[in-house]
């Protein structure tokens, strides 16, 4: 039993946060590249795949860092640093997890699956960025984007608002993990590791809050591409609140409730988008 808790960990399947901060985007992109008119078989595959990859992500993350977490009072609780699961064990439930990744992907098209496996690559990757781009939030912005692999499975590759979209996320997502970023600063400078608080500095707050613009501005975009009514228009402005009430989270330093915060946007911007697509 301790094992399978510790395995239940280390997938974070106690913290589902990071799922919804995914699966919320994935399903964004599935009801906008269907024009609100999916078929149950995708909404299974997208739910799926999004608790499964954030699941494999948060393993090879841990493999990776599984000496440094050790050093920081908030991970090295962790089942790899705290020794409650060893190494092998962590590539076992990885090859599990990709194991279910590569049988979701027989479901899918060719496009799907070639795109869901350069991501793949992206993922695996990731976790090692910080230790040589300045930038990591940047990577993330791009490698925990569901956008293109929904196109593809919708095949709706050439959908005009798929471009608008994928920037639309990566923005959020650079934004929300820097927030996340701002919890960690002190580790990451004694751990000698990258981060965008680090790299930005005091302009941490501003740039934040300049990504968060540029995805309103493209999700203003897609609105105008897809002629879509007033209502949608009218929940961005309601969207920039929970970013404006981010930012009043962080200037008081409570900077892990900030980027907790956007799983709420992001299901609001669900909501929206339902609104928008389908009512």
């Known amino acids: 039993m301790k094992k399978i808790i510790a395995a239940f960990e280390l997938m974070r399947l106690d913290k589902p946060i990071g799922i919804y901060l995914l699966l919320w985007p994935a399903l964004i992109a599935l009801?906008?590249?269907t024009k609100g008119n999916p078929n149950i078989w995708q909404i299974v595959i997208v739910v799926l795949g999004s608790i499964v990859v954030r699941s494999a992500g948060c393993v090879i993350n841990d493999i990776w860092d599984r000496n440094l977490d050790g050093k920081v009072a908030r991970t090295k609780t962790r089942p790899l640093p705290s020794q409650r699961l060893t190494l092998t064990e962590a590539c076992v439930i990885?090859?599990?997890l990709g194991g279910?990744?590569?049988a979701l992907l027989a479901w899918v098209n060719t496009y799907t699956r070639v795109i869901s496996l350069i991501f793949a690559g992206l993922i695996m990757l990731y976790p090692l960025t910080k230790r040589f781009f300045i930038?990591?939030?940047?990577?993330?912005?791009i490698t925990f984007n569901p956008v293109i692999i929904v196109f593809a499975l919708t095949e709706q590759l050439d959908n005009p608002v798929m471009p608008y979209l994928f920037l639309a996320i990566a923005f959020l997502t650079i934004a929300f993990d820097s927030f996340y970023g701002l919890?960690?600063?002190n580790d990451d400078l004694h751990l000698k590791i990258n981060s965008t608080p680090l790299w930005w500095g005091k302009n941490t707050l501003p740039i934040i809050l300049g990504f968060q613009l540029m995805a309103i501005t493209n999700f203003g975009l897609i609105g105008k591409i897809d002629d879509?009514?007033?209502i949608w228009f009218i929940g961005l402005i309601i969207l920039g609140g929970f970013y404006i009430f981010q930012h009043k989270l962080a200037r008081d330093k409570k900077y892990l409730e900030a980027f907790k915060n956007n799983h709420w946007a992001s299901l609001f911007l669900l909501i929206?988008?339902?609104s928008a697509y389908i009512f």
């Open 100 to 102: 279910m990744s590569i």
């Open 272 to 274: 929206l988008v339902l």
């Open 31 to 33: 009801f906008i590249s």
């Open 94 to 96: 990885f090859c599990i």
């Open 228 to 230: 879509l009514e007033s």
């Open 135 to 141: 930038g990591p939030q940047l990577f993330l912005g």
């Open 183 to 185: 919890a960690d600063k």
